[in-house]
């Protein structure tokens, strides 16, 4: 039997604006549509019925549902895979194709999977190809072309997809009669209410209803919207966390693809009405089968007549208004098959080919043949209870109701409309206005003590109001009679091509639990989330295992309640940069970035071993803005440092410098670097770059919890301070020529000695006499705003001094010429501070120090010693992190390299390293393992320092 | 020898908002971060003295926000007695404004707090992440003789952001 879906007469009912047609295209062909049509309904009233063909057999498929929840309506738009043909409305251009058919809708070579359809059971992937593993790769490769969906693009650009954070006092979800009173009704009594509706338009069943029930949608929706309840269309509200911590996909924003809201809701109020359940019977999945609901909404709103000659098989009030709806556009009647008598439709057949393929044929339980071109099914309905379910509620199912109904939900939950009852619009919207009535009374109550415990909140006006208890009026629950399943079989789940049989089979293997089954055979896994296909699932393991649906009971719903695009969850994502007042100079000489943690630095202007020798030679500038520092001011700060540090600072004398290894409570090195002591009471601590928010946090942390009745107070300046490093020979000169007010002998400041004044007429600034670099050198912290100026004029003023600036390579070789280790790179999560080697530092006759009872047990026995390491070929520069063996033949590691660099100062590798106490002495020969597998010979140096070790150069 | 020092913002590019809403580079402004003082402003809350903004931005401590290079001014007059200590940290913290009608659902594009009037009036202030940076925010809206009050939004964060920050917040204003 041919079929052509014709539109009908224009309808005040419809969505569709005739008068704004569309042009699109369908696999190929040009079609026209309307403005308000679905891809689905302009396909259809194009003349196709055949949309995709299904997963595992490639069954030609059409419309069962035309709404959201279609399982037969994916197709490609442009380059989206996967799109919901009954959803998503057509546009003009758009492109829209077939997916899962090759090499085409019409000729389905896949479909060959159907004649060997009852060897691919459930569980024939997992039984098929577990063996021989070794297979598997030629398997996937074979299975991946059979993987159905459409096409992803890999070119697509990335679309714009925004977020939000929203605090209403009320959600709810769903714009069903019930879920409209529940928003106006809370909207009335003051609160904040955003109402969440899945389709493109308010009203739920009312816009397939009468004229009366549209007129009743449209009022409630000027009432809404006169009340300022935020009205989200073509959303969904996706998941329910702890304390009404909602998702909502928002897919219809102006400037964004799609936005994901964040919202704390004080109430949520959960009314998305009904789904109606598909029919499982033999041929239950051919084109022209369809729920009473789907030929409703193409009647009613897109003006599709959806067939010629119907059987309609109703047990309710729906399928008895798809009849009436039928008979109103056309479509003649063979049979009213009524389920409430006991009557039944035992199976359907189909004829024609590829996309002529359409039911024909209807054979009634009394076995009455009927030809048909539409069969209609109205047999149940199922509560789509997922937000509930996600708040700990468990369905309950109610045998004379034929389906589940919500059990108890947290106080900060509600539920209202079909899915918690049967009732008239009046008494629908009467539980829904009380459900709003209640749920803006507590939402007022813990608005109420919200705003009572927050320091910044306007005052709270008047007590307490009483907390509301739910004294609302139930819905009545009308008697359904339980069609689940035919005498034949069929498809239970579309999505996934899981028929009836297959969980009979199932269920045989010993599958009795609903968890397992699911899993087993992917049931209810497919993007229809368990909508259609969940209390048929159920249903029919119970009958498989002679259970009653209460005693198989359901699976959770889990997120998301529909699924959701990895571009809305990924979507726009903010990643911090942070970069120093020099910034533009880096950038303008052509710095080659870095990415440390979250700063950007120049890691080197042009050859960084030239600016290592420049800076031995000369001198160098190089910006260590992101190194930590913290302001310290109080009586109590030595007290403070002599606990957190492992070293005596009783005693720093005003001007003076100290350096510090910081352990953790458990002995590990935690951070170090060089505190000053500016003033009487007045301190700066400066930090390892990447332990900067650590460290204050931990100081924080014992100043707190451990130590409030220390006076002590810590300022995180950091970036307060822009920090330029002067090192070199040519320093102190250079220094000369911009620094007014400070004495910069040798004498009168000397190294690991503080001073504050005036660089490059620049106020305030702190000058330091340090040397990471193992130099002469000089590090000045310029107030932040002024960086620039005085990196600008070192620069200036010490051309005839040989300056370059140098960057962070530079830097590091020098370091480790030096010997100086970096905590995280030559220390680890298990290196106590005696690895550190300086164990001069480690003060055991000090009261206490955080980490001291650790590091005295340390002491007392073995622990891995950093020490310098030189390769024995010069050239030689093994990669940090490789091994170091017990000896030549060995593959017993003693040790690795920690860190490693080629010297341009001594024209050589230089290494500092780990090692076992046993292979920690100077003059021990080592064995390297290199990644390359080549086994070097290399010696543990006298002292840390390859360079300079006496430190003459950086005191001179 | 060097010119006379310019102060330099950490927002080099400062591009205006897009649409009805406006962004102020107010990063030269004086901050003094004050501990242990003796203010009547409680925390969580901000008032304006005279040319001083007075922010209750944590328990028993407060940012002072006045005219820029006026850290002596801004800092005069307190009470001081006992342990307290005053920092100056205009150079620490960037502090970008943002004003206009739609600024809180700008705001809500990147910042979780609840910005109701009922949470966070006008006069608050609040500690924040906003575009995944630490921040103060205080709500300080421009009030005009015979006009409504219009909302808007002073930022504190740390100066290296500044780019960063500004541009992401410039982007949460694309859509009024």
């Not at chain 1, 359907?348 to 339980?365: D, P």
Request: hydrophobic letters at 40%; charged letters at 20%.
């Amino acid at each position: 039997m041919s079929f052509v879906s014709i539109r009908l007469p224009s309808a005040g009912s419809e969505v569709i604006d005739r008068a704004r047609p569309v042009t699109f295209s369908w696999n190929g062909k040009k079609l026209k549509a309307f403005t308000g049509d679905t891809i689905a309904s302009a396909i259809l009233a194009n003349g196709d019925h055949i949309f995709g063909r299904s997963m595992k057999y490639h069954r030609p498929r059409g419309v069962l549902t035309a709404d959201f929840w279609d399982p037969n309506l994916f197709v490609q738009v442009d380059d989206e895979p996967n799109v919901r043909a009954a959803h998503r409305l057509v546009e003009n251009g758009m492109k829209v194709t077939s997916q899962n058919v090759w090499p085409s809708l019409k000729y389905d070579v896949k479909a060959a999977n159907g004649l060997v359809g009852r060897f691919l059971t459930a569980g024939f992937y997992y039984k098929t190809f577990m063996k021989p593993a070794k297979l598997w790769p030629a398997y996937e490769r074979i299975l991946a072309r059979f993987a159905p969906g459409g096409e992803v693009d890999l070119d697509t650009p990335h679309g714009y997809y925004d977020k939000r954070y929203a605090h209403p006092d009320v959600v709810v979800a769903g714009a069903g009669p019930a879920g409209l009173a529940a928003a106006i009704a809370a909207a009335r009594a003051g609160a904040s209410v955003m109402l969440v509706e899945h389709e493109h338009q308010v009203g739920g069943h009312l816009l397939w209803g009468s004229d009366d029930d549209r007129a009743a949608a449209a009022g409630m929706l000027t009432d809404a919207r006169n009340l300022g309840v935020e009205i989200l269309t073509n959303s969904t509200v996706t998941g329910r966390y702890e304390d009404n911590w909602l998702g909502i996909l928002q897919r219809n924003h102006h400037i964004a693809e799609e936005r994901l809201i964040k919202a704390r809701a004080k109430m949520l109020i959960v009314a998305g009405g009904l789904i109606e359940r598909p029919y499982v019977f033999a041929g239950n999945d051919i084109p022209g089968v369809m729920t009473s609901g789907a030929v409703r909404r193409l009647i009613t709103m897109y003006g599709i007549k959806p067939g010629t000659r119907a059987v309609v098989l109703t047990a309710n009030e729906s399928g008895d208004a798809a009849v009436a709806d039928l008979e109103r556009a056309g479509v003649e009647i063979a049979e009213v098959v009524d389920g409430r008598t006991g009557a039944f439709v035992r199976s359907a057949e189909g004829s024609g080919r590829g996309t002529n393929h359409r039911l024909s044929a209807v054979t009634l339980s009394d076995g009455t043949k009927i030809d048909a071109d539409l069969l209609v099914t109205a047999v149940g309905w199922t509560a789509p209870t997922s937000l509930l379910n996600m708040s700990g509620d468990r369905p309950v199912y109610d045998p004379a109701a034929a389906r589940f109904f919500p059990g108890k939900t947290p106080d900060n939950v509600l539920a209202t409309g079909g899915m918690v009852g049967d009732g008239t619009h009046d008494q629908l919207v009467a539980h829904g206005a009380a459900t709003g009535t209640l749920a803006a009374g507590r939402a007022a109550v813990v608005q109420h003590r919200l705003q009572a415990a927050t320091a910044r909140a306007a005052a709270v006006d008047g007590p307490e109001p009483d907390y509301p208890e739910d004294l609302r009026t139930p819905l009545g629950r009308d008697p359904h009679p339980a069609l689940f399943r035919s005498t034949t079989h069929g498809m239970v789940d579309y999505s996934e091509d899981v028929s009836s049989k297959d969980l009979f089979g199932a269920a045989a293997e010993g599958f009795d639990s609903v968890e397992l089954i699911k899993r087993f055979t992917t049931a209810t896994m497919g993007p229809s989330q368990g909508k259609l296909e969940t209390v048929n699932t159920v249903a029919v393991l119970a009958e498989a295992r002679g259970e009653t649906i209460a005693e198989v009971g359901t699976t959770v719903w889990r997120p998301p309640y529909a699924p959701i695009t990895l571009g809305a969850l990924g979507g726009r994502v903010f990643e911090p940069v942070r970069v120093s007042s020099i910034q533009s100079y880096h950038e303008s000489k052509g710095a080659t970035p870095i990415l440390a943690g979250q700063w950007i630095r120049p890691e080197h202007y042009d050859d960084p071993q030239a600016e290592v020798t420049n800076t031995r030679t000369n001198v160098g500038i190089t910006d260590v803005t992101p190194l930590g520092k913290l302001d310290l001011k109080g009586p109590d700060v030595p007290k403070l440092l002599s606990l957190l540090y492992t070293n005596k600072w009783m005693q720093l004398p005003i001007g003076g410098v100290r350096y510090g290894i910081m352990c953790a409570e458990d002995g590990v090195v935690l951070d170090d670097g060089v505190t000053a002591r500016l003033g009487d009471e007045h301190y700066l601590m400066t930090t390892t770059s990447s332990g900067a928010g650590g460290v204050w946090n931990w100081i924080e942390n014992w100043l707190q919890t451990e130590h409030p009745d220390w006076q002590v107070h810590v300022t995180p300046v950091t970036t307060g301070f822009t920090s330029i490093n002067v090192a070199g020979p040519n320093s102190r000169k250079l220094m000369g020529r911009v620094v007014a007010g400070v004495d910069l002998s040798n004498e009168a400041f000397p190294y690991m000695n503080v001073r504050t004044g005036t660089v490059a007429g620049v106020d305030d600034c702190v000058m330091w006499r340090i040397g990471f670099t193992g130099e002469l050198s000089y590090e000045i912290q310029v107030p932040a705003g002024y960086g620039l100026h005085v990196w600008e004029a070192l620069l200036a003023d010490g051309k005839d001094l040989g300056i370059a600036p140098f960057g962070l390579e530079a830097q590091r070789v020098m370091r480790l010429e030096k010997g100086h280790f970096i905590v995280g790179q030559d220390t680890d999560g298990l290196s106590k501070a005696p690895t550190t080697g300086m164990t001069g530092l480690l003060k055991l006759d000090k009261d206490d120090w955080t980490g001291m009872p650790e590091v005295k047990w340390a002491l007392e026995g073995d622990y891995p010693h950093i020490v310098a390491i030189q390769p024995t070929d010069p050239n030689c520069v093994p990669e940090e992190a490789c091994q170091i063996l017990r000896g030549p033949e060995s593959n017993e590691i003693v040790g690795r390299i920690t860190s490693s660099r080629y010297s341009p100062t001594l024209n050589r590798s230089i290494c500092l390293g780990q090692l076992s106490p046993e292979f920690a002495e100077a003059g021990t020969e080592l064995t390297v393992l290199l990644v390359n597998g080549e086994r070097v010979t290399a010696k543990v140096m006298k002292h840390h320092a390859h360079f300079d070790p006496e430190g003459e150069r950086l005191r001179g | 020898m060097a010119d006379a020092p310019v102060f330099q913002s950490p927002i080099t590019n400062p591009t205006p908002a897009k649409g009805s809403l406006t962004l102020t580079d107010e990063s030269e402004l004086t901050k003094v971060s004050v501990r242990g003082a003796h203010i009547a402003v409680s925390f969580g809350t901000c008032e304006q003295r005279g040319d001083v903004l007075v922010v209750g931005s944590r328990p028993d401590e407060w940012t002072l926000l006045g005219p820029a290079d006026a850290v002596a001014a801004v800092v005069s007059g307190l009470d001081l007695s006992g342990f307290a200590s005053t920092t100056d940290i205009t150079h620490s913290r960037l502090m970008i404004r943002l004003t206009g009608d739609d600024a809180a659902r700008a705001m809500e594009k990147a910042c979780g707090i609840d910005l109701s009037d009922a949470m966070t009036p006008n006069g608050a202030a609040v500690g924040a992440s906003v575009a995944k940076v630490t921040c103060d925010v205080v709500r300080d809206d421009v009030v005009s003789d015979g006009r409504e009050a219009v909302r808007s939004y002073r930022f504190l964060a740390d100066r290296s952001f500044g780019q960063y920050f500004w541009d992401a917040l410039r982007d949460c204003t694309a859509e009024f």
